[in-house]
């Protein structure tokens, strides 16, 4: 069935030429496969395609979740300020917020979500290791 395979995450843009730069140097990541209209980028075990629609940016909600290890998560979110990444914040149960850091109830971790240039939302999420 199709819990056996690692799925891609699926994102629409509006110039791909933005968005590329943005995968490429802001988020450092690799490109796997190019098409005329679109980008595979691997991230982990999976995937981030990137394709050029004309329904981009109309997303309102988390489009990909990058799972980072406790012991990096600072690191990550570090390097994403210093590449000029602004983090988003928004009331949501449970959540303490503190400089575009949320901190989650119930021990589930710390989280930042951050758009893309045109406006699908992103999230970087705190996973522990045991």
Do not use: H, I
Not at 2 to 28: S, W
Not at 86 to 109: I, K, L, R, S, Y
Request: net charge negative; proline share 4%.
């Amino acid at each position: 069935m199709l819990g056996d395979y690692t799925p891609a995450a699926t994102l629409a843009v509006k110039d791909l030429a933005a968005a590329t730069a943005f995968y490429d140097k802001t988020l450092g990541l690799t490109r796997r496969m190019e098409f005329e209209g679109g980008v595979f980028y691997n991230a982990g075990d999976g995937a981030v395609f990137v394709y050029q629609s004309e329904f981009a940016g109309t997303n309102k909600a988390t489009s990909v979740t990058f799972g980072v290890p406790s012991e990096k998560f600072d690191q990550e979110v570090n390097a994403l300020r210093t590449a000029g990444v602004t983090f988003e914040t928004f009331e949501g149960p449970g959540m303490e917020w503190n400089d575009g850091v949320a901190t989650m109830q119930e021990d589930m971790g710390r989280a930042v979500w951050f758009k893309d240039p045109d406006g699908n939302f992103l999230n970087v999420n705190e996973m522990p290791t045991s």
